[in-house]
Every structure is written in C-alpha cells, then in structure tokens.
C-alpha cells in the first residue's frame, strides 16, 4: 500500500479558522503569497516551508498532514502448466482469496464452447475446496483429470498469473472496518494459452512466448489482462507469426523467449520440432515435398 501525504487542504482549514487571508498567512510565515497558494493547491510540499506556515499558524506538522492510502497491484508469479500434475501442483501451493478464468487464444466459436465447457467442469465449485480438506480435495482431483486431460489433448496450457493487491476498506455507514485496508489480496488468473504460443501487445511491440522465466513477458500480459485495452495478439506459435513476405526479420523478438541461434534465425529446427513433434529427418521431408526447397532453418 503507497501512503501520500498532503498538506493544501488542512493548511486552507487552519487558515480560514484564524479568519486570516492569504497575506496574512504569507507575512507570519515571512513567505511570499505565491508560495501559500502553491501550498494550498498542492505544488509543493517543501519541508521548510510546511514547517514556516506551521509556526505561523501555532500548530504542530502533523495538524497539516492529510493522509491518503493509495492502493497498489502487483504480479507476485507466474507458471505455464501444461499437465495433470503441475496444474495440481499450482492448485495446493498458490492459495488466493479469488480467481478468474479468461481464454487467449486464437479459436473457432466451436472450439470456444467446447473450452468453456471443460473450464466450467475444472472450476465448478473450486473456491469451496482447499487442500487442507484431503476428502473433498482427493474428489475434487478425480473429477477434475478427464476434464484437464481433454483440455491439455487440444494442444492448449493454462498461464497462471498470481496478483498481489492492496484493497481500500469503504465505511459502511455506521460501520466501520477495523482495519483501513487489506495488503496481501490475492487473485490467482488462469489463462488459457496455446501451449507454444506467443503474443504481442500490438504488431510493432516485442514478440513474448508464454514463459514464466520472462519477467517482462509475465508483466506485458499480466498489464494486457488488467488493463483490457485491445488485449494482445496472440499465436498458435512462433512460425504462424511469420506470414508476412519479411519473415523473421520484420519482428522484435524477445531474446529471453524466442533466442536467436548460432546462424541468427529464431525458428530453428529444435524449435520446430518442440512445436510440431516431428524429428529433423520428417521435417525436411515435408517441406521438401510441399516447397521443392530443401532450406527449412529461419523459413525467411
């Protein structure tokens, strides 16, 4: 939580209670008028300042001092689960008070429906069962695998985002919190990704895959899901990316997530083969049948 403090207000107050006007306030602080309207509208908190206008108006600091709680957010971590078992895995370990399900990736209106289907046969009821209850946590694992297996066997992974937020506590009439604010708010995101996708905030921003070990990939969709501006376009993989006549090289490409190889192409044939399943030798041959080139390395 950011605290800000203030004077202007609480200065204008002491001001008015003494019936003084600005002049006046500005001649007992040995001030100009200038410098008590700064103050008064915020411009300047300087220190030796606040402490003149205090004396002037026979009041300690503190009296001055507004304090305003700013709430703040943050991405706490961030996991690619393309399994069973991570998914669970993330589930125990990652406690949140809430949770949200979003879909980024590029579907059909079926395969949009068929995904919602299994998200709302993953998440029905999940935020009533905690690990701590092994009876209902063991059932909860059982009902949830076919779905998770189905939703895995699509080639899709979720991208798991854990936010940190700070919450303002309103009164409620005659009600009032016991505490002004809650610090450690947590919103656990599941995100719905090609499993070798990869993103970009707009078509000229850095090209990110899906990766937890990119900060600035796990901060670039984290400020795209938060702040729901155009969201982000988002690929299969890497090599849909490259239908432009330019190739690879009209593309910023993020060096922690998308590497350049010894030769300076990204799409290698490890890469490929990681996206496709293929081996090399299968690779070459499908694109020596569907090209008459035998030249697969960087496709540009």
């Known amino acids: 939580m950011k605290t800000e403090f ?46 003149a206008i205090a004396g002037a108006l026979d009041v300690d600091v503190e009296k001055l001092r507004a304090t305003r709680l700013i709430p703040e957010t943050r991405l706490a971590g961030t996991w690619l689960v393309t399994n069973y078992r991570e998914f669970l895995s993330v589930e125990r370990t990652q406690r949140s008070h809430q949770g949200a399900r ?31 209850e092994p009876d209902l946590w063991e059932l ?3 009902q949830v695998q076919e779905p998770l297996h189905e939703l895995f066997g699509l080639g899709l992974a979720f991208f798991v985002m854990l936010e940190r937020k700070d919450l303002i506590l ?55 899901v938060k702040e729901a501006q155009g969201g982000a376009l988002v ?40 996206v496709t399943g293929k081996e090399a030798a299968e690779l070459y041959a499908d694109y020596l049948e569907a090209s008459g080139n035998s030249f697969i390395v960087g496709l540009s």
């Not at 009600?175 to 708010?185: E, F, G, R, T, V």
């Not at 599941?190 to 993103?199: A, E, I, M, Q, T």
């Not at 432009?244 to 350049?260: N, T, V, Y």
Request: net charge negative; proline share 6%.
């Open 6 to 51: 203030s004077y202007g207000k609480k200065v204008q107050q002491q001001r008015e209670e003494k019936a003084w006007t600005q002049e006046q306030l500005a001649t007992a602080a040995a001030l100009d008028v200038r410098t008590i309207q700064r103050v008064e509208k915020n411009q300047t908190k300087n220190p030796e300042t606040i402490q």
């Open 102 to 132: 979003m879909t980024a990736c590029p579907l059909t209106d079926e395969g949009q429906e068929e995904v919602n289907d299994l998200l709302r046969r993953i998440f029905t009821d999940r935020q009533y069962i905690e690990p701590d």
């Open 140 to 142: 909860y694992e059982q």
């Open 170 to 224: 309103p009164d409620m009439g005659q009600l009032k919190p016991i505490q002004p604010c809650i610090d450690n708010w947590r919103v656990l995101y599941h995100l719905v990704v090609p499993r070798y996708g990869c993103f970009q905030v707009d078509s000229e921003k850095t090209m990110h895959r899906f990766n937890p070990a990119c900060h600035e990939a796990g901060e670039t969709i984290f400020r795209a």
């Open 235 to 274: 690929y299969s993989n890497a090599l849909f990316a490259l239908n432009h006549p330019d190739g690879e090289s009209r593309i910023q490409w993020c060096d922690k997530c998308i590497p350049a190889a010894s030769d300076g192409f990204r799409i290698t044939l490890e890469y490929m083969s990681e």
